[in-house]
């Protein structure tokens, strides 16, 4: 079956600088589209950034964080954290299927803590 592994996560001072890895298995179809979502206590699940030829960022982490590719593997890399970037990150990949509209897979998340 699919599945999304990521890496990376952990505990961070404000300011400081981590990369998120995540690694597809198990893909039979095309990927159209990865991406990073994360989700605070209480809050809903918000895009982070995603890659599908051209590059999307959320308006909170543009010139902060970097999303780049590599065929079946996705990586963002975080700079000048702060505390409210604090969340649980999930891997997104988007592929073409027997589906109308293709298929959707999540990775199972890592934390990111970002203290002050």
């Known amino acids: 079956q699919v599945q999304l592994v990521e890496s990376g996560g952990g505990l961070v001072q404000a300011g400081g600088s981590l990369k998120l890895s995540c690694t597809a298995s198990?893909?039979?179809?095309?990927?159209?589209?990865m991406g990073w979502y994360r989700q605070a206590p209480g809050k809903q699940r918000e895009l982070v950034a995603s890659t599908s030829g051209s590059t999307v960022y959320a308006d909170s982490v543009k010139g902060r964080f970097t999303i780049s590719r590599d065929n079946t593997r996705v990586y963002l890399q975080m700079n000048s954290l702060k505390p409210e970037d604090t969340a649980v990150y999930y891997c997104?990949?988007?592929?073409?299927?027997?589906?109308?509209?293709?298929?959707?897979?999540w990775g199972k998340g890592t934390l990111v803590t970002v203290s002050s």
């Open positions: 997104n990949v988007k592929t073409d299927g027997p589906l109308v509209n293709g298929m959707n897979y």
């Open positions: 198990g893909i039979i179809w095309s990927i159209k589209e």
